[in-house]
């Protein structure tokens, strides 16, 4: 009987030290409820200190956000660029269009025997330049990681806002 109620106690042990922590550190960039921005100065059992808060709030350089009115609360993880999926979006473009264009031409004026091969290549060579062009225009656009986290002392619940109820 001690060793079951010692291996419950040991398995429920990180839940309720996690409950009782908080995972934001002082200088960490925090988003709260998707649309408050700032940085972490203190965190306690009750809520956050931030500082350099956006939006402003009627020019407050720290604003206390308590737990309890927090909808989701996400850390700020670095930025990461598109350039894969810009080569993707531009060789298909460059392909699709090319392509479509090669064969149309093809079948409209032969019987495209020789001709096929010619296309392929076209079609490839085009859809490599576009996707070339394609991935250093996502190279450039960077957006910021938010990685989400649990609230302390709450439920690590994402609610939908101005979806479908």
């Known amino acids: 009987m001690k060793t079951l109620a010692r291996c419950w106690a040991t398995a429920l042990?990180?839940?309720l030290v996690a409950g009782?922590?908080?995972?934001q550190q002082p200088g960490d960039s925090v988003r709260v409820s998707g649309d408050l921005v700032g940085v972490v100065v203190d965190a306690d059992s009750a809520g956050l200190l931030?500082?350099?808060a956006y939006p402003p709030y009627a020019g407050m350089?720290?604003?206390e956000v308590p737990y309890a009115g927090m909808r989701s609360l996400e850390v700020w993880g670095g930025t990461r660029t598109h350039a894969g999926r810009g080569f993707k979006l531009g060789f298909a473009a460059g392909a699709i269009t090319v392509g479509g264009l090669g064969w149309a031409l093809c079948y409209g004026y032969s019987s495209c025997g020789q001709d096929a091969s010619l296309v392929v290549a076209m079609t490839a060579v085009s859809g490599l330049l576009t996707g070339i062009v394609g991935a250093l225009i996502g190279a450039a656009i960077e957006t910021d990681i938010w990685t989400p986290v649990p609230i302390p002392g709450g439920l690590a619940l994402r609610l939908a806002v101005g979806g479908r109820h």
């Open 61 to 63: 350089r720290s604003l």
């Open 20 to 23: 009782s922590t908080t995972a």
């Open 13 to 15: 042990f990180p839940f």
């Open 50 to 52: 931030l500082s350099s």
